[in-house]
């Protein structure tokens, strides 16, 4: 069966170049970064060069770089690092409701140990209103914590404009940049930016390596006391292969992120047309241009997210939803809600995300499979079958939550 | 995630479809929860000679929703009505936790269209 690779916002494939760069550090390398004997030296080497190649990614100085073992640790340091160091200056931080969990879980820990924490709304297109963001800031903000760009849309926010408005009110700005690096242009310098997540796996590392830059002069309390390491920003050995590969995958993406940007943009755009063409009632969740070049979410009305997905799935296809039945919880995607998206067209979202493996035979093969899926699925739908009209008439307990 | 008699169910749902002058119609659900299931059957002399579903729903709603109709048909009211949700899931070699909520619909929607049923026929 053809395999069809459309999930590389959740995950990528490891790029050759970075599996080889990593390779020796699980094998001959293996020695302690941090000790002083022929073992440690070509580790130590190893990570010395990897914090170089992130930090030109980001254009940055490398003690401005830590590594982390995940985006998830990268968001909860510098969230929960300054909100710790900052404690004494104000407890008031400020976010958005369309964050990666990571950062909304570590917001909704804080405001549960006596911070304040504002969740910004976002338009129908997934846009943030700077004005409002301006209006919410208190003599006690400390922090704006806002996504480079959103996961399950690609929406992009106005990251240097927010950096302005942080720096004219003297607040630390930290951007959870995890699905941006690699994908477009990250000048830490040019957005003043103060603190930023970046994961390896994203990029074709593996999984299990992220970093995070801090700017120079900021102070952060570690999540985790222990060792010298990462200038005792983050103690625990390093995870040297990990590290190596991240450094690698940095360096390509800077080699190669205008190639392959136009590549993965003119993919997107051939299957975003394609299945707007053949199959009627299609949503676009998110904004049409202020979006990363991969990503396309769309919503299939009256048929539900899952089913899709394991269609697709049957047919080869990997793609990921905002349907509730794909997170373990009974409520769709909270970054679609917030965008005001109707439940039902919630349920019914998928997320395509390309990646440098995908041809355009990939996108004509789903462009060809997906309206006969959609078309068997809305045969079978009561919302569909009945007319949209119709469906209205049936009672449904018209509340925003679950009941059952 | 799925069994394979629920991917079955899944890929090759039975009894879709909606009866026209149904005898009794059953519509359960709710879209915040992603799910809706709409079922009709035909009745004569205390028999469901036919079922029909429509559902919108996650692959656990759809297989459900085809299980049901094939354990009803040819059964008796009584028999029909004694059909749970447990008997269902069951049927289909167990679902996994986090859908038992969907499971919890193909019953009920049965369950509601005899109910219509006897309304209808309550003289």
């Known amino acids: 069966m053809k395999k069809i690779y459309l999930d590389n916002n959740a995950t990528t494939a490891v790029h050759p170049e970075v599996f080889d760069a990593m390779l020796p550090y699980l094998k001959d390398e293996f020695g302690n970064p941090s000790s002083i004997h022929w073992a440690g030296r070509n580790p130590r080497k190893a990570i010395d060069e990897a914090r170089e190649k992130a930090a030109k990614l980001l254009n940055c100085d490398v003690s401005e770089i830590i590594f982390t073992s995940c985006g998830s640790e990268g968001d909860n340091l510098a969230i929960k690092g300054i909100a710790e160091s900052k404690r004494d200056k104000g407890n008031h931080i400020i976010t958005t409701k369309v964050e990666h969990p990571a950062v909304l879980g570590a917001c909704k820990y804080l405001a549960k140990t006596g911070f304040d924490v504002t969740f910004l709304d976002v338009d129908s297109q997934g846009m943030l209103d700077l004005e409002q963001l301006k209006r919410a800031i208190t003599s006690k903000t400390i922090l704006i914590t806002i996504m480079f760009a959103n996961n399950e849309t690609g929406v992009i926010f106005p990251i240097d404009e927010i950096g302005k408005i942080a720096k004219e009110h003297n607040i630390l700005f930290h951007t959870d940049a995890v699905q941006g690096v690699g994908k477009v242009p990250i000048d830490v310098k040019k957005l003043n930016v103060d603190l930023l997540t970046l994961s390896g796996h994203k990029i074709y590392a593996p999984k299990g390596v992220a970093a995070v830059y801090v700017k120079r002069g900021v102070r952060l309390v570690p999540l985790i006391h222990g060792g010298h390491q990462e200038r005792n920003r983050r103690g625990g050995t390093e995870n040297t292969a990990g590290i190596a590969a991240l450094g690698k995958a940095c360096e390509i993406a800077l080699r190669d992120m205008a190639e392959e940007t136009k590549h993965i943009t003119a993919l997107r755009d051939r299957l975003e047309n394609g299945l707007r063409e053949k199959i009627p009632y299609v949503r676009l969740n998110g904004h049409p241009t202020r979006r990363i070049p991969n990503t396309v979410n769309l919503s299939f009305e009256f048929v539900e997210g899952e089913s899709l997905l394991l269609n697709l799935d049957m047919k080869g296809v990997a793609a990921s939803s905002g349907s509730a039945c794909t997170s373990g919880t009974l409520e769709p995607s909270h970054v679609l809600l917030a965008m005001g998206v109707p439940m039902e067209s919630a349920h019914g979202s998928v997320r395509f995300s390309l990646g440098r493996g995908n041809s355009a035979e990939d996108i004509d093969y789903v462009i060809e499979a997906l309206p006969a899926i959609v078309e068997r699925m809305r045969s079978m739908s009561p919302l569909y079958s009945t007319a949209a009209k119709q469906a209205a008439n049936i009672t449904f307990s018209e509340s925003g939550s679950c009941s059952h | 995630m799925y069994s394979e008699k629920v991917m079955d169910h899944f890929s090759n749902p039975r009894n879709v479809g909606e009866i026209e002058n149904a005898d009794g119609v059953g519509t359960v659900g709710n879209p915040a929860c992603g ?47 004694a059909i749970s949700n447990a008997t269902v899931a069951e049927a289909l070699g167990g679902l996994p936790p986090v859908k038992q909520h969907c499971s919890n619909l193909a019953a009920d929607a049965l369950h509601a269209a005899i109910e219509d049923y006897k309304k209808k026929h309550a003289k």
């Open chain 2, 35 to 81: 799910d809706i299931m709409k079922l009709s059957v035909k009745i004569e002399g205390n028999v469901i000679k036919d079922v029909k579903f429509k559902t919108f729903g996650c692959g656990a709603a759809i297989a459900t929703s085809s299980m049901v109709t094939e354990l009803v048909k040819g059964k008796n009211l009584n028999e029909a009505e």
